[in-house]
């Protein structure tokens, strides 16, 4: 009789899904406003550059843009299925707890002050957006925890208070900047994949995929925890703990994210809500299959803007608006029975 | 038999505002414990303070012979289940995923319940009579058919010892009697202990074996026969009763002022003793 | 934290400080074909790099150019790799180009960056004033063995400009704003090379230093700055209608001379704003606008 999820099924469901994934980063690296010969890839990278420039476009061009796509659509996803779950808020977004302007604040200042000097080949912008993100969120916990004992409401608000603080200061700067800076910290903000060096992804993967697992360690907590804070620790669930814990890895997780690649929205939003229309609400499963998908959806969505207006781009954000809205409505309206709590 | 629950001397305020005093009690194990009294008067907070939600401002609370405060989260929740009022969360969980949760205090690393795990689970959904509905989300159960889902979660923790919020606040008769006869069954059977705080004295004193009386700044705890008297409860409670008697079971019901006025003595019988 | 997390974090640390090390031994970045002589497929990814492109007479060897680069006509047929804000990393690969100039604003940078990863030559260049385009053109030139050509080339930009500095130092100077964006009202401030140009060409501009570059100015401001020419870029709907809608927006403030005199100009921004070979003609466009004064006086 039991529907219960076990590891067997988890598992069978996440190769499928997984290989999924690897056919839509297969076709989308073939995909590109130049063509390619997949044979003339397999020569090798030539002696010097010029020489190959299919295996160069691919390798070194397309390559790391669907593997950058891949890992911040994972940790927007997951990011997403784990605040909607702890803040018990359906419209959570990895950026509601102040992360967006954050990162915004640190990018601009980098970006005015002109610094340079790069961190295992970052750039100057990304480490400043990757603090910014970090020390925002470490500000919405300690005012949220420090106007009433961190419960969620408090949370929320100190985050919409951040961000609307921290965004009155980013206007500000915008408009004493150069235009050309206006114009890198707007389109910075609009969110944007670009070709990022190997060293640079390795890490970013190594933490993304650390993050992940260390949330799906959490996420049969999760599942009490979304029937109020006082219910999961009648059922043994160490709230406090938890609450730290997944906000500690959602932030590390979507502030690598977003200084890789901006504030690219929608993702962390739609994805668990999508999954969780046709899987349930098991926070074991939707961790794992929402990030696979929110990967799927970013590099389809990346490779739409780089080749719908060739030879210009799209920032992705665009892409992912308009994509996703109708997408899920249209997923809504055929699920619409399973959904509960919009009755 | 030993007392699973001790209270003593225990105190509570919220705000400088004293809701609890003093207050001292004991639970045996295997027995059904009402705790009545009017709005205010503390019993949630009581109830909150036993399982460890709220701490005491003085005294304690013991169960199973160590202070409350003792325990971990996770060893607290292997000995006491608590069942809220019923509602139905943000995201739409199945009767069988709701229930399945209970097993979190005994599982391993990351979260997957075992064969075992799932017997149990089975077990509670069976004795609840929520088995037929075992793949429904929540939301799409009646009120009294989501209480019982929330019992019988309260029930696959296997835990000795039970404490209900109000279990029948909004339900029909036909689902509060089979709430309480739920819960006596698990008394009887399977020797829990049970705690519930009811609203509704008349029911509560059909089936429990002690009954707490919670007054605002006093208290009083015994058998229903003794604690339910007319006085005492129009002292506490602050409105008229007006006792029935029926067979050997005495019966309240509030008299309000302009209600229809149900005959010159107080006490009346309706129906002929049988 | 339980020892599963300990662990993972260990072994996180570890596994980074892995990737740090294997990337720093690497050998990164390839030999760049060496040239014996000039590169010959060049390409621009700047519309004013572009112009210097052509003014050194290395037309046949632009193998691309960015979207918007639309002079010289000949400039405007060559192959397009993306515009000014975004190029095109593929579309530059594709070319094979053996020397990449582009400007070294972030979202150039970001481009070439990546070109040099992967072995190409790059000239990254900082244009924002006009000794920096100086600098750039004798760059340009040493890069691309046109060095005679690049020199004489700055020699006549600097003598164009001399020339007019010293005309316009006879008459007084004027006091000129130039508009970048009419609702809200903002102008170029002191610290552009616009203002260069102004004082060049004889004006002054009509609001004084400001910490913005381009400043949105109130109309306390314009009111007091006491305007003699107001300049308005011309938006690309067309020149005429530009110019009556201008007049008919700047007739609100009566009492500016500028409005007064009919001293409203709305003209093609590109040898102003673009900070090129054309640069002594757009000091001349403003110088004439200037001049326009005195005739009519």
């Known amino acids: 009789m039991s529907n219960t999820l076990t590891i067997r099924k988890l598992t069978k469901r996440v190769v499928i899904c997984l290989a999924i994934l690897a056919a839509v980063m297969c076709l989308c690296c073939l995909t590109g406003t130049q063509k390619i010969s997949l044979e003339k890839v397999f020569a090798g990278p030539g002696k010097t550059a010029g020489e190959n420039i299919d295996y160069e476009i691919l390798i070194g061009v397309r390559l790391p843009r669907v593997v950058l796509a891949a890992l911040v659509g994972a940790a927007l996803a997951c990011s997403g299925v784990v605040l909607q779950a702890v803040l018990r808020n359906p419209l959570a977004d990895p950026y509601i707890l102040g992360i967006s302007s954050g990162a915004g604040l640190g990018v601009i200042i980098a970006i005015i002050s002109g610094i340079s000097g790069t961190f295992l080949g970052g750039s100057p912008i990304a480490i400043s957006a990757f603090a910014g993100a970090i020390i925002t969120v470490w500000l919405v916990w300690y005012i949220g925890h420090f106007t009433g004992k961190s419960q969620v409401t408090n949370l929320l608000l100190a985050g919409v208070v951040v961000n609307a603080f921290f965004g009155a200061v980013i206007m500000f700067l915008t408009s004493i900047a150069k235009s050309e800076q206006v114009y890198s910290t707007i389109f910075w903000l609009m969110g944007n994949i670009t070709e990022k060096n190997p060293p640079v992804l390795w890490v970013s993967a190594i933490c993304i995929f650390a993050g992940i697992v260390s949330l799906f360690s959490i996420c049969y907590r999760l599942n009490a925890m979304t029937f109020g804070e006082q219910e999961a620790q009648g059922l043994g669930i160490d709230i406090n703990k938890t609450k730290l814990f997944a906000f500690g890895w959602t932030a590390f997780i979507t502030a690598v994210a977003v200084s890789l690649s901006g504030l690219i929205g929608f993702v962390g939003l739609i994805i668990p809500h999508a999954v969780r229309l046709v899987l349930g609400p098991d926070h074991r499963q939707l961790l794992p299959i929402s990030a696979i998908f929110g990967s799927i959806f970013l590099v389809a969505a990346d490779t739409l803007a780089r080749t719908i207006v060739a030879p210009a781009q799209l920032p992705v954000g665009v892409i992912t608006a308009i994509a996703g809205g109708p997408f899920f409505l249209a997923l809504l309206a055929g699920y619409s029975r399973k959904v509960g709590w919009l009755k | ?274 | 934290m339980n020892k599963f997390q300990r662990q993972l974090l260990i072994m996180l640390c570890l596994a980074v400080a892995v990737v740090i090390t294997f990337s720093r031994l690497q050998n990164q970045g390839r030999n760049v074909k060496h040239q014996s002589g000039q590169p010959n497929k060049i390409v621009s990814l700047s519309p004013n790099l572009t112009e210097i492109l052509f003014e050194l007479g290395l037309d046949e060897k632009i193998a691309a150019v960015s979207d918007d680069s639309d002079y010289p006509p000949q400039a405007a047929k060559k192959n397009k790799v993306g515009t000014f804000w975004q190029p095109n990393t593929e579309a530059i690969i594709a070319c094979k180009p053996d020397l990449v100039v582009a400007e070294s604003f972030e979202q150039q940078k970001a481009v070439t960056e990546s070109l040099k990863k992967l072995g190409y030559k790059v000239l990254s260049l900082k244009i924002e004033k006009i000794e920096e385009l100086f600098a750039a053109i004798e760059k340009i030139g040493s890069a691309t063995g046109r060095s005679r050509r690049a020199d004489e080339l700055i020699k006549n930009i600097k003598a164009q400009l001399d020339g007019l500095r010293s005309k316009s130092r006879s008459s007084g100077k004027v006091r000129m704003l130039w508009v970048i964006q009419a609702e809200p009202l903002r102008a170029a401030g002191r610290k552009t090379h616009i203002n260069e140009l102004i004082e060049l060409a004889g004006g002054e501009n009509a609001i004084s230093d400001t910490i913005q570059q381009y400043p949105p100015i109130s109309t306390e401001e314009l009111v007091g700055s006491g305007v003699e020419v107001i300049i308005q870029s011309a938006m690309g709907t067309g020149i005429e209608n530009e110019q009556k809608a201008a007049e008919a927006f700047w007739s609100k403030w009566q009492n500016l001379p500028a409005v007064k005199n009919h001293r409203i100009y709305v003209i093609e921004p590109d040898t102003i704003l673009r900070l090129g070979p054309r640069l002594p003609q757009g000091a001349e466009t403003l110088a004439r606008c200037i001049a326009a004064k005195q005739e009519n006086q």
């Open chain 2, 1 to 274: 038999m030993s007392s699973i629950i001790e209270v003593k001397n225990l105190s509570f305020a919220y705000n400088q505002e004293s809701i609890l005093n003093d207050l001292s009690f004991d639970v045996t194990s295997g027995q059904f414990l009402t705790i009545a009294g009017p709005n205010g008067a503390g019993k949630t907070t009581l109830l909150n303070l036993i399982c460890g939600i709220l701490n005491p401002a003085g005294g304690f609370v013991k169960i199973d012979g160590c202070n409350v405060k003792s325990y971990s989260i996770k060893k607290l929740a292997q000995k006491v289940a608590v069942v809220r009022q019923e509602f139905v969360p943000p995201f739409d969980f199945t009767v069988e995923e709701t229930v399945m949760m209970a097993r979190a205090p005994y599982l391993g690393a990351f979260g997957f319940e075992s064969k075992a795990d799932e017997e149990i689970a089975a077990l509670a959904l069976e004795m609840t009579e929520t088995i037929r509905f075992a793949r429904r989300p929540l939301a799409h159960l009646s009120g009294g058919e989501r209480q019982r889902v929330f019992i019988a979660r309260a029930l696959a923790q296997n835990t000795p010892i039970l404490l209900l919020d109000e279990p029948t606040s909004f339900l029909d008769m036909k689902h509060q009697t089979g709430i309480y006869d739920l819960l006596k069954k698990l008394q009887l059977e399977k020797g829990k202990t049970i705690v519930a705080v009811t609203h509704d004295i008349n029911l509560a004193a059909q089936y429990c074996d002690k009954v707490l009386l919670l007054g605002a700044d006093n208290y009083h705890i015994g058998k229903p026969g003794d604690v339910f008297t007319t006085e005492l409860l129009e002292k506490t409670f602050g409105v008229r009763i007006f006792a029935v008697n029926f067979g050997q079971e005495k019966f309240f019901i509030p008299s309000g002022k302009l209600a229809k006025p149900a005959g010159p003595n107080r006490t009346t019988s309706f129906i002929p003793d049988s």
